[in-house]
């Protein structure tokens, strides 16, 4: 059985019992869930509490959705001091009320040297590597003494963790039961293209940190004159599902799998494509 979810503010900016209407009549099993992405009006520091993450828990599990990731999308690299702390901040603040939540992941990307975390050359560089490493295990003990976790997530040529290599290398590092990986497979997949197939590839990824994968982003991309394109819904590229969900199904089985663009009029043909795969994959085995 696949659990299947959905980002949230993908399907509007809302007032929650509003959101979790539009949502619930998608039947996803869990929601990726960005309070500052999915609600209207700003998220201001310092106003979560536990009532209100509470409130937010029972909206959703009243129609059978839960939060599988809480989002707090931060640049914990970012090259202004003052803002980077701001950031690591309001992160900080997720991973006290996650589990009110009734999620213990908070997730973020890995960030630049670009203040809007997109291409910047020093992002390669070791030092940067280094303030990542910095701004993580401040976030990881923080997540320690409340019994949450930070979930990062790779993103090829642009980001700090921009590689397998290199999100094995932070795990190692710190080494704390409470950072953990979202593996999202298009991400870490160069715009240069793969030099290995994709079955490949997705098992050296589970090899180097399977064990830390605590949720999965699907959706599809275009090989096109040898390059990345396009950030499409799941089954309709070029990304080999087949053996994506072969090993998903044998070495993480259960966990979510969150469809990044898919939108309402495409969703339904996403998760079908996904469960028909999946069928597919246990009849030829059994």
Do not use: W
Request: aromatic share 8%; with cysteine.
């Amino acid at each position: 059985m696949l659990s299947l979810g959905l980002r949230a503010h993908d399907y509007g900016r809302l007032p929650p019992e509003q959101l979790a209407d539009v949502l619930a009549a998608f039947q996803p099993d869990s929601i990726q869930l960005a309070l500052s992405k999915a609600f209207p009006g700003p998220y201001l520091p310092g106003s979560l509490s536990p009532g209100y993450a509470r409130r937010i828990r029972n909206i959703f599990e009243k129609r059978d959705i839960s939060i599988a990731v809480l989002g707090c999308y931060i640049n914990p690299v970012h090259p202004d001091p003052t803002v980077r702390e701001g950031m690591l901040r309001s992160f900080e603040e997720h991973l006290r009320y996650a589990r009110d939540f009734g999620c213990p992941l908070v997730g973020t990307e890995t960030g630049s040297c670009k203040a809007d975390g997109s291409y910047h050359p020093d992002t390669a560089r070791p030092e940067t590597f280094d303030l990542l490493c910095g701004s993580v295990e401040r976030l990881v003990r923080t997540a320690e003494t409340c019994g949450s976790i930070v979930a990062v997530e790779g993103v090829a040529d642009q980001h700090t963790l921009s590689s397998i290599a290199l999100l094995d290398r932070l795990l190692r590092r710190l080494a704390s039961p409470a950072l953990k990986v979202i593996y999202d497979p298009v991400n870490l997949i160069p715009a240069a293209g793969l030099a290995e197939n994709q079955e490949t590839f997705f098992t050296r990824a589970f090899d180097c940190f399977g064990e830390h994968i605590a949720a999965i982003h699907v959706k599809d991309f275009h090989i096109q004159g040898g390059k990345k394109t396009g950030d499409l819904p799941a089954g309709t590229g070029d990304l080999d599902y087949p053996a994506l969900l072969k090993i998903l199904l044998e070495r993480k089985p259960g966990i979510d799998l969150l469809l990044e663009n898919a939108k309402p009029q495409n969703v339904r043909k996403a998760m079908a494509f996904l469960r028909k795969t999946a069928d597919a994959l246990r009849y030829c085995e059994s």
